[in-house]
Structures are given as C-alpha cells and as structure tokens.
C-alpha cells in the first residue's frame, strides 16, 4: 500500500515540528469535524480531484516495474473562520517553512519513491479559508506530489 506508507511516512515528519508550534493532533485518514480544541491539526490525504498516474515501465526478471505518480494533500486546520481574519493571519505565519522543514529536501524509501515530480515543486500550497464537512477553517491545504516505482 504505496500511498499509506507515503501519508504514514510524512505524518512522521510532521509529528517533529515545534515552531511555530506543535500540531495538536495528525490525522492519515479524512475526519468528518474538529472543534477548536484539536486545533492546530493536519490532515493527510490522498489528494481528491486530482488526476494520479500509474504508467508500465518494464518488464524484466519476471516483473512488472510501474511509474506511480500521485499526490497527497496536507490540510493544516489553523483556527476557525469566526476568528477575526488578522488573527488567522497572524496563526499562520512561519508554517509554510515549518512544512518545508519537515520534509526537507528529499523524502524516500528505498530509493524507488521521491516527493516532487520530474522538475516540479515538492511541496505547493495556499494560504485562506478551507471548508471542512459544514465548518469552515483557516489554514494551509498543501499539495505533495509523489513519484514511485512499484515492482510487481
């Protein structure tokens, strides 16, 4: 289960971040609502409409060897929108690089999986308000586009 161990592997490197400060809970899998007290939270994901790839490569010494491109979302949940808009903002200062920190510059597993793909972003994000079930939050939804190989 390539995408698991993906989500799992970045839920790791999320759980080191201290500054700005330390995520209350990490979620690998959607929640349905969050109260304010179980904020600040990321939630990872497989990204939904997005287009995710699985493309033949060879085949050799009786296996199958696929280019797996995919993409996982981080919706990092700041604060809820009923806060006053300069507050959220204030919230969400130094994350982004609290992010990028995380995952550093490579992110891999045996050399057969990497974040980013080809000469793209490792990691893309926006800043503002994420709709969540029926509440509304303020935060960071970012984009990690993975590349792997799978041998079948």
Same mark, same amino acid.
């Given at each position: ?19 700005? +400060? ?41 296996? +199958? ?51 980013? +793909? ?16 029926? +509440? ?17």
């Amino acid at each position: 289960m390539s995408v698991t161990t993906t989500i799992n592997a970045l839920a790791t490197q999320f759980q080191a971040i201290t500054t700005p +400060q330390v995520l209350a809970a990490i979620y690998t899998e959607p929640r349905e609502g969050f109260s304010a007290a179980q904020l600040p939270c990321m939630i990872l994901a497989e990204a939904p409409g997005i287009d995710h790839k699985a493309t033949p490569q060879t085949f050799s010494q009786g296996h +199958q060897l696929w280019l797996h491109e995919y993409t996982i979302s981080g919706y990092l949940l700041l604060g809820m929108r009923n806060t006053p808009l300069n507050t959220l903002y204030l919230m969400q200062l130094g994350w982004p690089e609290a992010l990028m920190q995380a995952i550093g510059n490579d992110l891999t597993e045996g050399g057969l999986k990497s974040l980013g +793909q080809g000469s793209g972003p490792v990691m893309s994000y926006k800043i503002g308000p994420i709709a969540w079930g029926d +509440q509304e939050f303020w935060g960071i939804t970012a984009q990690y586009p993975v590349t792997e190989y799978i041998q079948f």
